[in-house]
Structure formats: C-alpha cells, structure tokens
C-alpha cells in the first residue's frame, strides 16, 4: 500500500499511474477533491490549455481553448472516478511514522500502514505574509474569491502577478476603487498574455491607481500606508487584497523529516530521477518540489512526476 498525501491534480495522477502498475493506493486528503483549485478565485481561467492539464490520458474538453476553474473541478471530479481512486476527504496527515516498507502514516482521525508514502501537498494552504503592522485585521484577505463583495469600496490589491491582475481587474469592473501596489516597477511579464494589456491600459487611462517600486507600511481600519518613490501617501482603505503568494508547509516537511535545501528557495531534497527525497521511502511530487520558487513548476511541468515515482515504486517494493 502507497498513501498519498494531498489530492491535487499530482497527488491523483500519482494514484492513477501506481493503479496501471497493479500497486493499491490511498489518497488522504485534508479538504475536498482538489482543494487548492477549490479556493482559486470564483471565476478564475487557467493560463494553461486543458490537454496540458490532463492527467491519466482522460480527455479534458473544455468550452475554451483556457479551461476555468468549475470546468477543472468536474474534470478532475470525472478522473478520479474514472479510476475508481480510493481517496479519504476531510483528514489531516500529521506525521509519518516508522521506516521505509514500514510507515505508519497517522492523521487527525485514523492511522495507516504503508510501503511508501507520496508527499504532494502543494503550497497553497499557506500565504506568504508582509509581516505589516494591521496585516492581522480581518479586511485583509490573502484569498480572493469574487469581486461583489467589493462593489464601492475602497480597495488596496497587493502584488503584480496574474493573482494580483486578475483581483484587480475584476473588483474594478465590479464598481471597486481599486490601487494597485507593487514592488517590482511593474507588472510581472509571467502574467497572462490576453490580460496584461488590460491592466497596463487601466493604470494608463488612470482607472486603476497603481504605485510601482512601493509598499504598504501599515493598515489599520480605515487607512493604509505606502511607501513609494514619491514619499509615503496614506490613502482611505475598507479592504486589503494581499496577492503576494504563497508557499509550502516547511514545518509539515520538516515533521515528515524531509530535508530541505539550505537556500532562499528551502526545496525539499529528492532524486530528480525518481522523486524520493532524503528518507528512503518518502517520495515528493507536484508543485511542493519547488519550495519557495512557486512559479516555475505547474500541473502541466509536473504531472510526468507520477510516472518516475510510480516506475520507482515497482522496482523497490518489497511485497511484504
Ligand atoms: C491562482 C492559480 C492559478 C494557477 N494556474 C495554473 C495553470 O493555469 N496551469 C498550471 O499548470 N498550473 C497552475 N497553477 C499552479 C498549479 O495549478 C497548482 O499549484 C496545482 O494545484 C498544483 O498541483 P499539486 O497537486 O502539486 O498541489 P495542490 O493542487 O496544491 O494539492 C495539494 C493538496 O494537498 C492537500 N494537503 C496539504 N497538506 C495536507 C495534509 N497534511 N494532509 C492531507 N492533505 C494535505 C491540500 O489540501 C491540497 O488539496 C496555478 C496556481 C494558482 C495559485
């Protein structure tokens, strides 16, 4: 038996490619199917087209060539039962116990026997914070699901990637009075090639403020503080969108006695050819492998590491 940790998109394809080779798997998960994706942004378009995010050769047809977020939903909803995939939603891996064909896996309900485990825990459960005074009132947000809440409001949207475009973008033509803040002296070029000019005509024609090379300061109830070329402007605010990213749950990693690379970027230690990490036994996969460096791997770049752990595990597993 090979538990998974994390239902994502790799964490399925993982199940998917072991099920091929005649290997069981368990796949727990501390959310629903697909959580991350679950808590994108309502009305959120993918960058990637739907076959780069296929897994488990089934089909993803899409209305569009960019599939949106429900299309993602029910397509991975159709993959994992496609596959029949045994997936327990709704509980927490706390620790992984024990040694290589040995583990015990134990979570907030239950406890598992296991040969391997599957580490694919992606890295949005956990925002990277400004560390800001003010950052812990409840008008700051560092999800953003849809812009109606916003409707005549003043609010102040941090960060100048597809999240941060996207939120503006969308609260604006939702009647939003929306500034834009971001520490690069613009936008980032990763964003998306059909919004970019939408949001560098906004700031242009003046619909958006945006304040480039500056920072918030401070946030209190009904103000924040930037920090700019200018000076610092302090400006009226009833809701703060922190777009500013996220990260992998280095203290998760760290219990499950996963090495991590001493740099900025804290990557977890694995074999690039096979994915097992520095505890014999204990595979990565998915978007978890980049550690802090979020934005170079992707369903689409990461989804062949199913296959490499998946071949690895048959080779090495010893039929108890
Ligand atoms: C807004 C946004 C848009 C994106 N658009 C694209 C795109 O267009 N194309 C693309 O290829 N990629 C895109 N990405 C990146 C990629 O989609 C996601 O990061 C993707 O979900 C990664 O898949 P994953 O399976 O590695 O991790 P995730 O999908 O994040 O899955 C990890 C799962 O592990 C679960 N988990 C975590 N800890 C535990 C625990 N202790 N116990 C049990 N379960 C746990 C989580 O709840 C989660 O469901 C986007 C990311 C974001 C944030």
Request: some cysteine.
């Amino acid at each position: 038996m090979v538990i998974i940790v994390g239902a994502g998109p790799i964490g399925l394809a993982t199940a998917i490619e072991l099920q091929r080779r005649n290997i069981p798997s368990k796949i727990i998960e501390r959310g629903c199917l697909v959580n991350s994706i679950f808590n994108y942004p309502k009305d959120m378009t993918f960058f990637s087209t739907s076959e780069r995010l296929e897994i488990g050769d089934v089909p993803f047809i899409s209305h569009n060539s960019k599939p949106t977020r429900r299309e993602a939903l029910e397509y991975y909803r159709r993959a994992a039962e496609s596959y029949d995939l045994d997936i327990h939603l709704y509980e927490e891996v706390q620790a992984i116990n024990g040694e290589d064909n040995n583990f015990t896996v134990q979570t907030d309900k239950s406890s598992y026997e296991a040969s391997k485990v599957v580490v694919s825990t992606g890295f949005y459960d956990v925002p990277k914070m400004m560390n800001v005074p003010g950052e812990e009132l409840p008008k700051v947000k560092h999800y953003y699901d849809e812009a109606h809440a916003y409707a005549w409001q003043d609010v102040l949207i941090i960060g100048g990637g597809n999240s941060a475009v996207d939120a503006a973008l969308e609260t604006y033509r939702s009647h939003a009075n929306v500034t834009l803040v971001v520490r690069k002296p613009h936008i980032k070029e990763s964003v998306k090639y059909w919004v970019k000019p939408d949001i560098e005509n906004r700031i242009k024609y003046e619909e958006i403020d945006a304040y480039f090379n500056s920072e918030v300061t401070q946030i209190t109830p009904q103000e924040v503080t930037l920090k700019t070329p200018e000076g610092t402007k302090t400006i009226s605010n009833d809701f703060v969108l922190a777009m500013t990213g996220y990260q992998p749950n280095f203290e998760l990693m760290t219990q499950f006695n996963i090495a991590l690379t001493n740099d900025a970027k804290r990557m977890p230690i694995y074999d690039e050819q096979t994915l097992e990490t520095n505890r014999d036994g204990v595979y990565v996969a998915g978007v978890v492998c980049g550690g802090m460096d979020t934005s170079s791997l992707f369903i689409e770049n990461t989804r062949i590491h199913a296959e490499h752990i998946a071949n690895d595990v048959e080779d090495k597993l010893v039929i108890a």
